[in-house]
């Protein structure tokens, strides 16, 4: 490598160390994405921890439209986001972080295979339940590198959040209607209500912006 070469590389890793720590780019369609996603699953794990406490039916249409109906609502509100931002690039910090939640997510499948493994063979639903709770936890080690990043102290307290939902959780694995109370109050406080953050901040930018 030439001294030329050298001197490219370093300053365009100086600017990407510098976008890294820009405040301008707030990935609003992943705002929207994860506001939606934290609304419907939200309400679903609520719907859950009702059934369990005997609040509502837990077999029939009720059982089937909780189950499946989310993921059902959801898919073409996703498509829909994606489709409106399609023409959107994200700069160096959208995509660093990105990055990282896209590493969380391939993380959970090896999770789903190691922890079900184990559940199945001992014929465990607490051992199951391990796996929603590493998964809260996971979800708050990418905030955390968000945090970092960004240096924003509400994406910290999102982090620590995650973290905390996760821990109380376990805490509660024997306990169903509570253990899934908890998700859904995780979920709507640490995905819905940081989605609405990023919304927000995008909508202040592009009117400030006009």
Known sequence: ???????????????????????GDDGSAFGEAYFAAGLIYGGQMLLHGAQALGWLPAAGLSMLAIGFGPSLAFIPVLVWINWRHRRERPAAPGRAIGAVFGAVGTANLALVAAIGAVAWREHSLTTWLIYPCAVFILQGAAWLVASVMRRRSWMLAVAAGWMLAGVAMAVNATSFGAYVTLAGIGVWACMALPGWTMMQISRRRAAASR
């Open 1 to 23: 490598m030439t001294a030329t070469d050298t001197q490219t590389a370093a300053r365009e890793d100086l600017a990407f160390l510098r976008g890294l720590f820009d405040r």
